[in-house]
């Protein structure tokens, strides 16, 4: 089941100019969220090469937000316990303008270690945290009580819906399906089977303003989903994917997507055999500086 979560008009701005991303210590597919997650993919070697790969690939990426005018906080993953997503932040944490931060539950018992007190202890260094809302006691974030009690807590409205991906497996996580920029959203309307459910996330998208550019299976499947938009020191959006994703775009979606944002891809072949991509990797802070 995926949910996808609407804001009230209220809602401050989409894109934030700060970051926080996990530098791994030791990467490798999961094999505890391998059962249901079809974007995952077994590695051809050892964990050690794996991990290489991946920092190499983390450092490269992170020296390409900075240059595309994006406030990176680094955070080096701790040897133990071993986390093998420590990579995906965007999973466990969410920051909001108001200053709360908001802690997600975990399916797998592997993940549940991602989440780190010293994390947000540091970003209370540079910015301005209310309150910390844990919602680590349910069982996984797309529990709908989950969707419900966050909404509730943070002003959201809620819109639930099931997507299901070439292979028939239900997707994992809304993020790989869509994307909702601040005048765009890159959704697999068609991966919704259910036609109530899939207008209803259109007419949602539509009444707040979001262009809709859709995206078939096989551009979800090569991660064109799983994107995020950012914004540079003067305001310039940015919007951050998967290279991998970039040829399975038609032309004509590129010059769409070119008129709300910057692309900028980031080369991730390794790190996306853990079954995220570029925006599990980001998890955006609107905390206020201090």
């Known amino acids: 089941m995926s949910y996808a979560r609407e804001p009230k008009p209220t809602s401050l701005g989409q894109s934030t100019n700060a970051v926080l991303m996990v530098r791994p210590c030791r990467f490798y597919p999961n094999p505890e969220t391998a059962t249901d997650n079809a974007f995952q993919r077994r590695g051809d070697c050892d964990s050690t090469d794996l991990t290489t790969a991946a920092r190499r690939e983390f450092d490269i990426a992170v020296q390409a937000l900075r240059e595309a005018g994006v406030k990176v906080h680094v955070f ?34 592997l993940r549940r270690r991602e989440r780190r007190q010293d994390i947000v202890d540091e970003l209370r260094r540079a910015y301005r945290v209310t309150d910390v809302i844990d919602y680590s006691n349910f069982s996984k974030r797309s529990d709908p009580k989950v969707v419900r009690r966050f909404a509730d807590d943070f002003g959201y409205e809620p ?12 997707v994992y996580h809304t993020n790989v399906m869509m994307c909702v920029g601040t005048e765009f959203a890159l959704v697999g309307l068609s991966m919704i089977a259910n036609q109530t459910e899939r207008e209803q996330v259109r007419a949602h998208l539509e009444a707040s303003g979001k262009n809709i550019l859709e995206l078939d299976p096989a551009q979800v499947a090569n991660f064109a989903g799983n994107a995020i938009e950012l914004h540079d020191r003067e305001g310039q959006k940015l919007l951050v994917l998967s290279a991998r994703a970039i040829p399975t775009l038609t032309e004509g979606q590129q010059k769409r997507l070119t008129q709300y944002a910057r692309l900028v891809p980031l080369n991730l072949p390794t790190i996306e055999m853990g079954g995220g991509s570029a925006r599990c990797m980001i998890a955006t802070i609107h905390l206020p500086p201090i």
């Open 76 to 109: 080096e993953d701790t040897a133990e316990p071993e986390k093998p997503d420590a990579v995906f932040p965007n999973n466990w944490i969410s920051t909001h303008s108001d200053g709360r931060v908001a802690l997600f539950p975990m399916y797998s018992a």
């Open 159 to 170: 819109v639930t819906f099931t997507s299901v991906g070439l292979d028939g497996q239900p």
